[in-house]
């Protein structure tokens, strides 16, 4: 638990595509702020701090070590994470960093042991669950309304280009269920609960890229419920349903859709309603974008919240690794064929 009065200091590594939602989002937590931005490209760097009113830039990471700073946010590509969180580890600063952990699971289980070792918390910035369609969702599901839940369908199909602002992304091998099938795999685990046998078939339906591009998983939850997390970038449709994650959930007393527009249709004996989660209204996000922004400042906000309280992160790193778990067994079940069991690959799940 870290106890102060002041707001908690924070550097910012990685001034890519993604970051100017962290660096608004910042502006808005309570509690924190970020007082350095580092990125390998000075030019970027420097342009962010500017933009964002941040008093120091830099590149070197290993200004990690300087003693001043409560926290870091690293928001730069998988592969640089092992190295990154290992200065932070050293220097006794608590992490929040952008999904993926890392590009397999032997990389995640040697990142969350070293930082446990070292009692340094580690969050992962998974911020769909922290969409507000999604916690009203889990709400509804925690009050019993539609009973016990036994099946769930989760969807995120379309075709926005990613390839253009995330160029690396044609050459990356574990592409759509490391890009988003991790975050529908966390959202599935926080809806649905753990599960421990996952079947996948991928597929690279673009030309000329490295990796999928769609993949379908179907989930043995531990509870019994069984799930389909559905995910792809090359669905065409008109209007685009980016970044909407669609679906339904069943229960024994009911069935709750997940529809287009933030629309929840809540189906019981009662009959039907339909509630509808408004955007935040926030100046600095626009559409597509808005509803992932939003998640952007509670995904953030819950991390420095945990910090001062003392409480455990909803997605620690040591959390998140059954999600990583499923990953990994999404792959090796499309490699091979068969049902893979999460016991296969670690055992103390």
């Given at each position: 638990m870290i106890a102060v009065s002041q707001n908690l200091k924070g550097l910012f590594i990685g001034a890519g595509f993604f970051s100017r939602?962290?660096?608004?989002?910042?502006?808005?937590v309570e509690g924190a702020?970020?007082?350095?931005?580092?990125?390998?490209?000075?030019?970027?760097?420097?342009?962010?701090?500017?933009?964002?009113?941040?008093?120091?830039?830099?590149?070197d990471a290993a200004m990690l070590q300087s003693g001043r700073f409560d926290f870091v946010d690293i928001c730069t590509t998988m592969e640089t994470h092992e190295a990154l969180i290992a200065l932070a580890v050293q220097a006794g600063v608590p992490v929040i960093v952008q999904k993926p952990m890392a590009p397999d699971l032997a990389t995640c289980l040697r990142i969350e042991a070293q930082a446990r070792a070292a009692g340094v918390p580690v969050m992962l910035h998974e911020n769909?669950?922290?969409?507000?369609?999604f916690r009203r969702l889990r709400e509804i599901l925690s009050s019993g309304e539609i009973g016990e839940v036994t099946f769930g369908r989760l969807n995120w199909r379309n075709d926005i280009d990613v390839y253009t602002n995330q160029p690396y992304l044609i050459e990356t091998k574990r592409f759509m269920i490391m890009d988003v099938g991790i975050h529908m795999l966390?959202?599935?685990r926080y809806l649905?609960?753990?599960?421990?046998?996952?079947?996948?078939?991928?597929?690279?339906?673009?030309e000329g890229i490295a990796g999928e591009d769609a993949a379908t998983m179907l989930l043995r939850h531990d509870n019994k419920a069984v799930s389909?997390?559905?995910?792809?970038?090359?669905?065409?449709?008109?209007?685009?349903?980016?970044?909407?994650?669609?679906?339904e959930i069943e229960g024994r007393l009911g069935t709750v859709e997940i529809l287009e527009g933030q629309v929840l249709r809540i189906h019981t004996a009662a009959g039907r309603r339909d509630e509808v989660l408004a955007a935040d209204g926030r100046s600095w996000t626009s559409e597509p974008w808005t509803q992932i922004q939003d998640s952007v400042p509670r995904t953030q906000q819950h991390f420095i919240d945990c910090l001062r309280s003392g409480?455990?992160?909803?997605?620690?790193?040591?959390?998140?690794?059954?999600?990583?778990?499923?990953?990994?067994?999404?792959?090796c079940s499309a490699a091979t064929g068969r049902t893979v069991a999460i016991a296969e690959l670690v055992k103390e799940f």
């Open positions: 939602n962290h660096l608004h989002a910042w502006a808005e702020e970020i007082a350095a931005i580092c990125d390998r490209d000075p030019q970027r760097a420097e342009a962010a701090a500017k933009e964002y009113g941040i008093a120091e830039w830099g590149t769909f669950r922290f969409q507000k369609i966390d959202l599935a649905l609960g753990d599960a421990s046998e996952v079947s996948c078939f991928n597929q690279s339906v673009k389909v997390v559905d995910v792809s970038y090359a669905s065409h449709k008109s209007p685009n349903l980016f970044p909407q994650t669609l679906g409480r455990d992160f909803e997605t620690s790193a040591g959390d998140s690794l059954k999600t990583y778990a499923l990953a990994e067994a999404a792959y």
